[in-house]
């Protein structure tokens, strides 16, 4: 029969139900005997369920595994306080009477029973007793008008309050005298089981021990009380007993000292257990360690594709997939047994064969239909790849196996993006697929070649980066012609396998490109070395930098990262409309892999004379700064004559802070200007306008001048009384003495222009990981928050009470994914 | 202020069948909005609201007017 659960009622345990539940009453400290056997009545007592294999539960006969374990209850010598309960306690002291033990209000002057707490009534309304006055001392202490109130007195008052009254203040869960425990329960040993050291030692879980302690200060508080010992004696053991229940319960109360290990080490207590990020919760419910995963350090390959995974042999062979033994698959089984790629035989009856040399002979005799067969991975299989943190669906995607020498995952370095990973020491997570289904799911809906565009902006997340792309500039910008030789010692450079078009004597870089391009691709946009000319003149653009592609063929512009880079292709988002996902995968490939075979056979260098300028420009750069921190010290002479204009909102020193701020970056980006106009053409130039690396900012830094240093975005204000360092006098205003650096990182900088860049320096590295560390939390409340929200057929967005979020998905309806940058495919 | 317009019972029907959902689980609005005061509604009715909307241009949406 079927019934449904109405609801659940959480209650305190009472001393009935600590009884009735416990299969063992607790009456020694001891845990073992002389000969290593638990003591019956100790918190090991074996009627408390079991936890050595082989053995069974005196209490209930199950086995290890069956059997859930069984309470056992302690009766205490002296009620102690349940700390948990000590804030509802506390207010429960303060509205009820302390002789009659009614609600300090009548039912009909229809208070708050909030109210009553905050400012409780001197008198009871029913007895006319007055009422002391209640205070609490945390952690555990109540007073009752200065004099301390024991456990017993607390607890008695408790029992004197009516049910009527409490439900009146709506006090739920039972009695309120159970938050004053009598009886302890002691949990069942499968809570908290031992471990059996390798040298034969027991190790007891840290609830033992506190257990241990809990019965031990009960038994000497009873002894000493028994035999009439004086008062002093009898409150220290009640304290410690106190102390003990208290910690046994949570160990991480202020005002408490942490109980401690031999070793030192604070002992876990129940709510430590359960608290946090590895606590029971959020450590072993929803998160769990899986089999079948492998982890180990990332390293690039650029000769795999894009949604392969390098796996080394040794994962490899630790990994295994259950193959069932079929008249289909019966060749594989056999080969993969002869070939040791197979871990273990299953017979139909459930045995489990581990298969090595000796046994495989007759393993391959014996094996039949349905068996199933644990093999290896091999090259092809489809497996799941992660990085942490997983804050986007593209964290984990599905990879191809290749099955490699050496200890890494090699991955393609164009897959980087979606990951956010590098190789600087990056360790991934890989999980081999157990089941038919889950392969082939993954293998659509996951594979990488299936999610190159971001469910996010709608542009590609997997381009190419770095050398790629100023590779790929650099072909297809060279005015060079390749004849068929050269241009197939390019292609075969890169791995391609294509055939060159009969009939043509010379290939140009453009040509060599469109070999890679697909034959139904249009588009016309700027590339990233578009100079925003005020008019443009399209084709006839003298820096090359409109891209025309007309069936596939690239007629005029510059391939660069706004053609083919992640998060910018625009040449990958196009495709992604016209062909299918695999021609894009392939075209990212080779790209690349062109790219870098080119620029392999052009030669690629920069250094750092390649940012010399001449005197004459070194000169008018020096004029323009000189300028500039003129400008900034008229400024502070205004300033100081009180002359200055006053901006919005903002005091005098302000308003000067941000005018200085304002004039010397106008300087500095003059200086960009004259730079940006003077440089000579060198691969630093080509790395900045292709769009590879580098921006006019780091140029102009390092050739010119770097610039003001900022802290909080701004002037450098913090150090000495009135001036930032000693080589400033108090009150210096000037640009010098608040972080501004003159000159650029190839001249010399001086010991402060250099201390200002240490500084912004640092302040950039204290930021980078604040923001992580808080823009992670946010990401973690935004997905508990928003995880059950679902997108329905009729394109509404509904949470889980099919309350309706929106009425269409994203007001548009648009699936990112399926779009070019949030516009539907034309 | 974006376009509020009071739908009529049939109106009121489709968008519920449309999006197969009851009054309770679509979104409220209060009779005592300040836009609720410049209409004649009264709980219960279904009130269309057209905004201009970053992605589509024009985006509709559903208020139920509660007490």
Redesign the interface.
């Known amino acids: 029969m079927v019934s449904r659960i109405k609801g659940i009622e959480f209650k305190m345990l009472d001393p009935e139900m600590i009884k009735s539940l416990a299969a063992v009453r607790i009456v020694t400290s001891d845990l073992y005997d002389v000969d290593g056997y638990p003591v019956e009545g100790g918190v090991m007592d074996p009627r408390l369920g079991v936890i050595d294999p082989g053995l069974h539960c005196r209490t209930c006969g199950s086995g290890i595994g069956d059997c859930p374990g069984h309470f056992g209850y302690l009766e205490l010598a002296k009620p102690v306080i349940n700390i948990l309960y000590t804030k509802a306690i506390y207010k429960l002291l303060k509205i009820t009477c302390s002789k009659c033990g009614r609600v300090l209000s009548k039912p009909e002057d229809n208070k708050k029973s909030k109210d009553l707490s905050r400012n409780p009534p001197g008198k009871c309304p029913y007895c006319g007793q007055e009422q002391g006055k209640i205070k609490f001392l945390k952690p555990n202490t109540f007073y009752e008008d200065k004099e301390e109130m024991s456990p017993e007195h607390i607890r008695e008052w408790f029992e004197r309050i009516p049910d009527d009254d409490l439900k009146r203040i709506n006090f739920k869960g039972g009695r309120p005298e159970s938050m004053i425990l009598t009886l302890f329960p002691v949990s069942p040993v499968t809570t908290r089981p031992s471990i059996t050291l390798e040298s034969g030692e027991k190790s007891e879980d840290d609830l033992t021990h506190k257990l241990v302690d809990i019965v031990r200060i009960n038994q000497s508080l009873r002894e000493n009380m028994d035999i009439g010992a004086p008062d002093f004696i009898i409150n220290d053991l009640w304290e410690l007993l106190q102390y003990h229940v208290t910690t046994y319960f949570d160990n991480e109360l202020t005002g408490i000292p942490q109980a401690r290990h031999r070793s030192g080490r604070p002992l876990k207590g129940m709510i430590q257990r359960m608290k946090g990020k590895e606590g029971r919760i959020r450590g072993n419910l929803l998160g769990k360690r899986v089999n079948f995963s492998a982890r180990t350090v990332i390293s690039p390959d650029p000769r795999i594709s894009i949604n392969e995974v390098g796996v080394p042999d040794i994962v490899a062979k630790e990994l295994t997939i259950e193959v069932p033994v079929t008249k289909l698959s019966m060749n594989e089984v056999k080969e993969a047994i002869k070939r040791d790629r197979a871990n273990y035989a299953k017979r139909p009856d459930g045995r489990r064969i581990k298969i090595s040399s000796e046994n495989k002979e007759e393993i391959l005799e014996n094996i039949a239909e349905g068996w199933v067969i644990d093999r290896q991975l091999k090259d092809g299989d489809m497996v799941l790849f992660n990085r942490q943190p997983s804050l986007h669906r593209p964290s984990i995607m599905a990879h191809k196996v290749r099955v490699m020498p050496h200890k890494t995952f090699r991955i393609s370095p164009q897959v980087c993006p979606p990951y956010n990973a590098d190789f600087d020491g990056d360790e991934m997570n890989l999980h081999a697929l157990q089941t038919e289904e889950a392969r082939v799911e993954a293998a659509e809906l996951i594979n990488v070649k299936n999610n190159l565009i971001s469910p996010r902006f709608g542009g590609p997340l997997i381009g190419l980066d770095l050398d790629q792309i100023s590779g790929v500039y650099l072909l297809t910008r060279s005015k060079k012609k390749f004849n068929r030789k050269e241009t197939s010692a390019i292609l075969s450079k890169a791995g391609i396998k294509i055939d060159l078009p009969d009939g043509v004597a010379e290939f140009t870089g453009k040509e060599i490109f469109s070999l890679l391009l697909p034959k139904e691709l249009n588009m016309e946009f700027k590339s990233t070395s578009c100079r925003q000319c005020d008019s443009c003149i399209k084709e006839k653009c003298e820096y090359d930098s409109w891209v025309k592609i007309k069936n596939g063929k690239l007629l005029t512009g510059t391939i660069d990262a706004a053609a083919v880079g992640a998060f910018k292709g625009k040449i990958i988002s196009r495709m992604h409309g016209l062909v299918d996902t695999d021609t894009i995968r392939k075209f990212i490939d080779n790209a690349g892999r062109l790219g870098v075979a080119f620029m392999g056979q052009r030669g690629f260098s920069i250094g750092i004379s390649d940012l010399d300028l001449k005197d004459d420009i070194m000169e008018q750069i020096g004029k323009r700064i000189v300028k500039a921190e003129k400008e900034s010290n008229a400024l502070i002479e205004k300033y100081n004559n009180k002359e200055l204009e006053i901006l919005p909102g903002m005091t005098a020193s302000e308003s000067l802070e941000t005018r200085i701020l304002n004039v010397l970056a106008e300087g500095l980006n003059s200086t960009s200007e004259i730079v940006k106009e003077h440089v000579k053409d060198s691969d630093f130039i080509v790395m900045v306008n292709s769009g590879s690396k580098g921006s006019l900012v780091n140029l102009t830094q390092m050739a010119a001048c770097v610039g003001q240093e900022a802290i909080l975005g701004q002037r450098i204000k913090r150090g000495y009384y009135n001036r930032t360092l000693p080589h400033f006098r108090q009150g210096d205003l000037s640009a010098a003495g608040h972080g501004f650096v003159r000159k650029g990182f190839k001249q010399e900088l001086s010991p402060t222009e250099l201390f200002w860049n240490i500084m912004n320096g640092r302040e950039g590295l204290m930021d980078k990981s604040l923001r992580t560390r808080k823009s992670g939390y946010m990401q973690r409340r935004l997905v508990n928050a928003l995880q059950d929200l679902r997108v329905?057929p009729?394109l509404?967005v509904?949470n889980s009470?099919?309350?309706?979020i929106q009425?269409?998905a994203?007001?548009?309806?648009?699936d990112p994914s399926k779009s070019e940058w949030?516009d539907v495919h034309e | 202020m974006p376009k509020h317009e009071i739908l009529s019972d049939k109106e009121k029907k489709e968008v519920m069948a449309?999006?197969?959902?009851n009054e309770s689980?679509?979104?409220k609005i209060s009779i005592s909005d300040p836009v609720m005061e410049t209409m004649d509604a009264s709980p219960g009715d279904i009130v269309r609201i057209t905004r201009n909307?970053?992605?589509?241009g024009k985006?509709?949406?559903?208020r139920v007017v509660v007490k």
């Open positions: 329905t009729s509404a509904k009470n099919g309350h309706i009425f269409v994203g007001e548009d309806g648009v949030g | 449309k999006f197969d959902v689980q679509l979104p909307s970053k992605t589509a985006a509709v949406y559903y």
